[in-house]
Every structure is written in structure tokens, then in C-alpha cells.
């Protein structure tokens, strides 16, 4: 992606860097003042996210400069100097990690309130990709942030994306989750921090089973998480691609688990009702997703 600036200015190097301050690491240009800078550098970081959110059908972008600003998410943004037809060099990609609190199911289906990196959004440009791009900047981050791809919450990940952790990682075998989410074997085995097992007698209501994706401020606009989003799945196929939560999990869990499941879901009479095939009001389903 080119800019009418020099990217090679705000980015000092190849791979940057950038947190919720937004400044550049290894910026350099001495004649171009910090606010300018960070100006393209916001301009970078909102093109690209809206290139992504193209790419991926999402009805609004999930990586813009403000959300950098008041989230405590790391960007990894991959230039080139050589892709240069205008000089000024190209941004290439991203990729955005973060740490969230999550409720993740493991094999045995126990809930397990865990804090785990999140891959949130990752994106190389159209014209580039398949070219080994989208493996450095992962290889990039994986370095920098010390984890290993199996320890990776993924937030709703394309197909594209599945097919990528397959090849370079190996990554196939997802443990099925009700959130967004996916995790795959061995993220319990590899955990950092041992995950923390739910007390038994804990009220239901204190659960919260779908926890807050980076997605999450999309729902009203695409869905609410696999179950409750099967009435809406047909126009949702058609918008934003085959679900792979949808896909990896749906096979997993007969009717009697999904129940099973949904004990933690706001409205178990909402489950039912969709499991029926009824899909309620408009109001009714805004209510279930939150
Ligand atoms: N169809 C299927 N698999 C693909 C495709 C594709 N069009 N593009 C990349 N891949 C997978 C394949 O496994 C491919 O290997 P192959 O060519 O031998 O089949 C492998 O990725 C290529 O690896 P890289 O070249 O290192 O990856 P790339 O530079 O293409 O980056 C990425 C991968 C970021 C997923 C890129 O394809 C992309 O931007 N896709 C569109 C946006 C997207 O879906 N992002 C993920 C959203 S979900 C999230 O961010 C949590």
C-alpha cells in the first residue's frame, strides 16, 4: 500500500512496532516534525485497517488509530523499501496482538478464566500475498512477544488465516469454545500462567461466557457468537465469508452439549427458541448478544 509520504521515514525499520502512544520505534528524519509523523502514522494505521476489514467483509474496521489509542494493543506494521514504485516506500501489512481475559473451554468442556495473547487482526496486502510476507511479520511478533503459536487465542480467524497457521505451524486441532475465539491443542499443555479453574459453586450469573472480542463493537452491525447466530447465519455467510467458529465448532456439539453450554448463556429460553428455529425480536436478539 503507498502513501503521499515517505514511509520509509516514519518507519526506521522494516517491522515497527507500535503501542497505544503511537510513536514509531526507529523513526528517524530529522526535517519532519514528531507531529507529522505520527499523522501518517495514524493515516498508515487507519488505510490499512480499513484494507482489512475490506478484505475480510467486516462492516467497519476493527484496527484504526484511535482504537490504538484506548486499547493496550500492540501493532506489528511490515514496510518495504525495494516495493518502491514511487520512492516513498510501501506498507506491506499488520498484525495486532493483546492480551484479554478469557473464559476458554478445555477438552473436558471446564471453564478456565485464562489471560492468553491474542491475535486480533492480521492483514497483508492483496497484491502481496502468499509471497512469505504474512510469515515474517507472525515470525516477527512471535519473537518479540516470547510465545509460541499454540499458546495464541486467534479473535474469529478467516479461512485464509486458518489455512496460513496450518501450514506454518501446524496449527489444526481447534478445542471447540462458545466465545469467538479459537484455540487450538496444546494451549492448555503451554500456558504461562497456569489457567484458572472456575470454584464449582460459583453463581451462574457471575460467568461470563462469551468474552469481549476485539469484534465485539461489531455485533450489532454482523452477529452475536456461534450458537445465537444461526438465524442470522445465511446473510451472515453471504457478508462476511463461512465462519470458521461456526465451522470448527458446529460439528462438536450435538444438541444435549449445546444445552449443556448455553446453561451459562443470559437467556436459556433465548437458546431454545433458536435452537427451535425461532429467531425472536429484533430487540429480543440485540439483548442476547451482549
Ligand atoms: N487462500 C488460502 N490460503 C491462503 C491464502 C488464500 N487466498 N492466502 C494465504 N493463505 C495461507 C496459505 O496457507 C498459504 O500457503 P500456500 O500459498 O502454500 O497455500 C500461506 O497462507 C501463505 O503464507 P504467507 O505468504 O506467509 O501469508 P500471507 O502473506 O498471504 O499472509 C494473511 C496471510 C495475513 C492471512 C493474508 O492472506 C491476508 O491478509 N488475508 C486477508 C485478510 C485476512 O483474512 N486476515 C486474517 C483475519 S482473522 C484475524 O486477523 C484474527
Given at each position: 500500500?503507498?502513501?503521499?509520504?515517505?514511509?520509509?521515514?516514519?518507519?526506521?525499520?522494516?517491522?515497527?512496532?507500535?503501542?497505544?502512544?503511537?510513536?514509531?520505534?526507529?523513526?528517524?528524519?530529522?526535517?519532519?516534525?514528531?507531529?507529522?509523523?505520527?499523522?501518517?502514522?495514524?493515516?498508515?494505521?487507519?488505510?490499512?485497517?480499513?484494507?482489512?476489514?475490506?478484505?475480510?467483509?467486516?462492516?467497519?474496521?476493527?484496527?484504526?488509530?484511535?482504537?490504538?489509542?484506548?486499547?493496550?494493543?500492540?501493532?506489528?506494521?511490515?514496510?518495504?523499501?525495494?516495493?518502491?514504485?514511487?520512492?516513498?516506500?510501501?506498507?506491506?501489512?499488520?498484525?495486532?496482538?493483546?492480551?484479554?481475559?478469557?473464559?476458554?473451554?478445555?477438552?473436558?468442556?471446564?471453564?478456565?478464566?485464562?489471560?492468553?495473547?491474542?491475535?486480533?487482526?492480521?492483514?497483508?496486502?492483496?497484491?502481496?500475498?502468499?509471497?512469505?510476507?504474512?510469515?515474517?511479520?507472525?515470525?516477527?511478533?512471535?519473537?518479540?512477544?516470547?510465545?509460541?503459536?499454540?499458546?495464541?487465542?486467534?479473535?474469529?480467524?478467516?479461512?485464509?488465516?486458518?489455512?496460513?497457521?496450518?501450514?506454518?505451524?501446524?496449527?489444526?486441532?481447534?478445542?471447540?469454545?462458545?466465545?469467538?475465539?479459537?484455540?487450538?491443542?496444546?494451549?492448555?499443555?503451554?500456558?504461562?500462567?497456569?489457567?484458572?479453574?472456575?470454584?464449582?459453586?460459583?453463581?451462574?450469573?457471575?460467568?461470563?461466557?462469551?468474552?469481549?472480542?476485539?469484534?465485539?463493537?461489531?455485533?450489532?452491525?454482523?452477529?452475536?457468537?456461534?450458537?445465537?447466530?444461526?438465524?442470522?447465519?445465511?446473510?451472515?455467510?453471504?457478508?462476511?465469508?463461512?465462519?470458521?467458529?461456526?465451522?470448527?465448532?458446529?460439528?462438536?456439539?450435538?444438541?444435549?452439549?449445546?444445552?449443556?453450554?448455553l446453561?451459562l448463556c443470559p437467556s436459556?429460553?433465548?437458546a431454545?427458541?433458536?435452537?427451535?428455529?425461532?429467531?425472536?425480536?429484533?430487540?429480543?436478539?440485540?439483548?442476547?448478544?451482549?
Amino acid at each position: 500500500m503507498e502513501f503521499p509520504f515517505e514511509v520509509d521515514v516514519v518507519f526506521g525499520e522494516r517491522i515497527t512496532t507500535v503501542d497505544q502512544h503511537l510513536r514509531p520505534s526507529g523513526r528517524r528524519g530529522p526535517t519532519v516534525t514528531q507531529v507529522n509523523l505520527q499523522r501518517q502514522l495514524m493515516t498508515i494505521i487507519d488505510e490499512m485497517g480499513k484494507a482489512s476489514a475490506k478484505a475480510q467483509n467486516l462492516p467497519a474496521p476493527i484496527t484504526s488509530a484511535s482504537r490504538m489509542q484506548t486499547n493496550r494493543h500492540v501493532l506489528y506494521i511490515l514496510k518495504d523499501n525495494e516495493l518502491k514504485p514511487t520512492g516513498k516506500g510501501v506498507v506491506i501489512g499488520f498484525l495486532k496482538v493483546g492480551y484479554k481475559k478469557l473464559f476458554v473451554l478445555d477438552r473436558h468442556g471446564a471453564h478456565n478464566e485464562v489471560e492468553p495473547l491474542c491475535l486480533l487482526d492480521f492483514y497483508v496486502h492483496e497484491s502481496l500475498q502468499r509471497h512469505g510476507y504474512g510469515k515474517e511479520l507472525f515470525e516477527h511478533m512471535l519473537q518479540h512477544e516470547r510465545v509460541e503459536p499454540y499458546q495464541l487465542a486467534v479473535d474469529r480467524p478467516s479461512e485464509k488465516l486458518l489455512c496460513f497457521l496450518r501450514k506454518h505451524y501446524s496449527l489444526r486441532e481447534t478445542i471447540p469454545q462458545v466465545n469467538n475465539f479459537v484455540v487450538f491443542e496444546g494451549f492448555f499443555d503451554h500456558q504461562h500462567a497456569p489457567a484458572k479453574k472456575l470454584p464449582p459453586k460459583r453463581a451462574e450469573e457471575e460467568i461470563k461466557p462469551y468474552s469481549l472480542t476485539d469484534r465485539e463493537f461489531l455485533k450489532e452491525e454482523v452477529e452475536p457468537p456461534w450458537p445465537l447466530n444461526q438465524s442470522r447465519s445465511l446473510t451472515r455467510s453471504s457478508s462476511l465469508g463461512n465462519s470458521p467458529v461456526r465451522s470448527c465448532l458446529k460439528p462438536f456439539l450435538n444438541e444435549q452439549e449445546l444445552l449443556k453450554n448455553l446453561r451459562l448463556c443470559p437467556s436459556h429460553s433465548a437458546a431454545h427458541h433458536l435452537l427451535n428455529g425461532e429467531t425472536g425480536s429484533p430487540a429480543a436478539q440485540r439483548r442476547r448478544t451482549r
